[in-house]
């Protein structure tokens, strides 16, 4: 800094205060005593009276108060830097000031860097006994940015001061040039249009020209560079003295040069025994090593670095505490980087908060997947396998869930389920694990096993007492293992263990009450899915057992049959099918669907069946069987029966709801092995297709009628000549329909599937058929027969009617003599068929159904014999009057001839005709299943 060199004088007038400062300055300066007689020396003069205004300075600082605005310790902290400051000028290398110097001078130093005059603009010119500017100091020149050239001989007052000051800035000078000191605060503007405005304090000090003239040194201080210190000093003191936050000012050395006392109330002691300490007096390694690394990149690159995160102990605590640093180099006034700023916040409450929200999100998100994922399939197995794949990894390492043997089979209270000793199966397990074997702990149950746990193991007693329970360590492996009951609808219907390995955290109370939910929300599916297979099993088991058993048979026919049930994740329908042997070699076909599933659906297609089966025995045409089935659909579910619920029908609103009501469709069929001819009837079915031998596949034209149910519609009949080797098809909508397939395309597939593009029509031939099996095997496969939609029923004839020489038909007229003609032609015709053991009895039977019809009956007798697999015999009559067995009496000579025909032969029975009655009777044949009655033993039982 250059100074304006002034000779140093003392001013006139011992009452002045000032005269008694400036010898004070002087000899603060260590130029008092000096005198100058030369050019030099008057420059060392004022160099001297500069430093002793200079060292004033602080105190003119300190006396302006109010007027500079500053307070408190603010102002005296400027002071006291601005005191030091100049302090230093004496010891600061000025140009033109290397000249001689005074005996006892002290050696004049180069300010190093981070002087205050670094910081503080200070600036000094001298003023002539004409008012006028003689000396500009270079400070001058760069605090007003006037050169020296254009500042000397300016009056000072006229270039700096508003028009409105300059006369009491005028009376000011004059006082000064009269030898009086002066400091103040003076507003003041830049020379020029638009210059700029500053604020600066002004210490005027009285001097003596060479000719012994009044003069006056001014000194200089840029008031808003003194503010903003005193503002950088407050934030300071806040930082060092009132901030919440830990702050330490670390050297290039890398050690604590100061700390604060938020930082010494965390670590104890003062904030002074903190200094020279480093970071490994405060982290433990490896956490010293990163930090100390990172302060070195900070140091070196000048990078700064924001929210670090930390981990370490405070003294007397064990708890692990967290902070987050940010870090940044600080730098003197010309740049020089002098250390670094750390400025610390614990975080261990907010990490804390951080690690329970995200705990608690991670939570919410896998009870969320839970919900979704879980319950998806009605199987139990599924069910258990879905929960686990929820929980493994995301909550557990490893995870098995039990579940009562008794509840999978169907028993609703299995033995120990109170105590938790009953018996368990397991049905899933789960690993995030290598399959190594638990060392030192209990062998694993493996999944199927069925296994119980000891009366006083931490299992049995949560299955007692329906609470989780804490599984003690066992082996090497497991850390920590939580039993879970899986509790629904107060029932525990088993137990999932969860647990964690060596080196995962173990389960806490928040665990606890997650793996309580996770397992309930499983128990519930399970529980579900159980009563679902209960009541899915229980109508399968009801509806297979209204199905035909096996394979059915009948006379002239091949018969080959599929049922396919819905699948697990449906209900059980109501289709069937059914085969029903009538007498004469005649076979009703019924193929039948009550809309609805589940046991409803199941128990009304039983009822039906039932109806259908007893109604075929009676031997009713088929439009009157469907009509029947119709009356009796329509009393299904009303206590009162048919007519109650005609009643009920009528009463209620045409728009009630039809779920309520039973409906069905169905198709009902009669086939008549000795003339081949088949007669149908439907029901709102779908219509059967027949394949010709030959020919391709073709949907037979049967009016669809009503389903059953609706009631008031009648049924039509269809016969239909079947010629030997025809394949009939009867199916239910399940097969033909689905959601992926409409209806019409369905029935063109089982068409096309039937007829066989990728075989030859004559592959359906009699001399060559293929397998009724085989064809219904591959229409299966051809058709989407597993979207489980809905049940498949599939009933396939091929037709096979009776040889001519099977046959004996005869008409005999009405006289005596044709009892004994019958008894003639039967004999005849069974000795020709090589049915010698029948004979006596088909004479008897024969013999006494012809006397029957003499009797009782009307216009001519006709004799039939039919033989198939069995031998039956049929007597037509025009006589309406049906046959009645009744109980002869000890007494009675008649009354005995039907009770004989019951006794001798297997089945007999009578059914109407279009012209009047059939009375007939089956025999066993020779070798069979059933052996002959003896008729001398049935003789002997009527008496």
Known sequence: MSEIPAKATKSTGSGNPSDRARPEAADDSGLGGATRDSGAARDSTAAASAGGAAGSTGGAAGSTGGAAGSTGGATESAQGVVGSAAGRVGSTDAPGFMGGHAVGDPMWQTSPPGSMYDYIKVASFSIGPDGLVDQWS??????????????????PIEAFVDPDRRAEGQRKMAEALDGREWTGVVPFR???????????????????????????????????????????LAASQAIFGQSPFGFLLIDT???VRRANRRFASIYGGEVDDHRGR??????????????EATLRRVMETGDSITDMHITGFVPGSEERRHWSINLFRVHSGTGRPIGIAWLATDITARRSAAREAAAARRNLALLNEAGTRIGNSLDLETTARELLDVVVPGFCDLATVDLYQGLLVGDETPPGL???????????????????????GPAP?????????????PCADALRTARPQQVPEEGNLIQSTLAVPMVAHDTVVGLVQFSRTKGSEPFGDRDRGLAVELAARAAVCIDNARLYRREHERALILQRSLLPPGDPEASGLDIACRYLPGNAATEVGGDWFDVIELPGHRTALVVGDVMGRGLRAAVAMGELR?????????????????????????????????????????????DKDLSEVYLATCVYAVYDSVTRRCTFANAGHLPPVLVEPGESALMLDVPPGMPLGVGGEPFEEVEVELPEGALLALYTDGLVESRDHPLDEGLQAFVGALTDPGQPPTTLRADTPRSLEDVCDHVLNTLDTHHGEDDIALLMARVQGLPEDSVGDWTLPREPRSVGRAREYARGRLLAWDLEPLVDTAELLVSELVTNALRYGEGEIRLRLLLDRTLVCEVWDAGLVQPRRRRARDTDEGGRGLQ????????????????????????PLPGGEHGLTDPAEALLSLF
């Not at 001058?140 to 500042?151: K, M």
């Not at 109170?418 to 190594?436: K, M, P, Q, Y």
């Open 445 to 457: 149950v493996r999944v199927g096993a069925v296994h119980h746990y000891p009366f006083n193991s």
């Open 900 to 923: 004989l025909v019951g006794l001798l032969s297997a089945a007999w029975g009578s059914r109407r005709t279009p012209r009047g009655k059939t009375v007939w009777f089956e025999l």
């Open 138 to 155: 270079l400070r001058a020149e760069q605090l007003f940015g006037i050169s020296a050239e254009r500042a000397v001989g300016m009056d």
């Open 278 to 291: 480093g970071v490994h007096d405060y982290l433990q390694s490896p956490e010293a090593e990163r930090v």
């Open 190 to 232: 830049m020379p020029g249009p638009g210059g700029e405005e500053g604020l600066a304090e002004v210490y005027v000090m009285p001097t003596t020209a060479e000719g012994g003239e009044r003069a006056a040194v001014c000194i200089v201080v840029d008031v808003r560079t003194l503010r903003r210190i005193e503002t950088d």
């Open 610 to 654: 039932t109806a259908v089966r007893t109604l075929a025995l009676l031997d009713l045409e088929p439009a009157e069987v469907l009509s029947a089935l119709d009356e009796i659909a329509r009393g299904l579910g009303t206590p009162g029966g048919v007519q109650s619920a005609s009643r009920t029908a009528a009463s209620r609103p045409h």
């Open 418 to 440: 109170a105590d938790g000793s009953a018996e368990l199966r397991r049905v899933a397990f789960s690993s995030a694990v290598s399959d190594a074997p638990f060392v030192g």
């Open 253 to 255: 050395d890398l050690r």
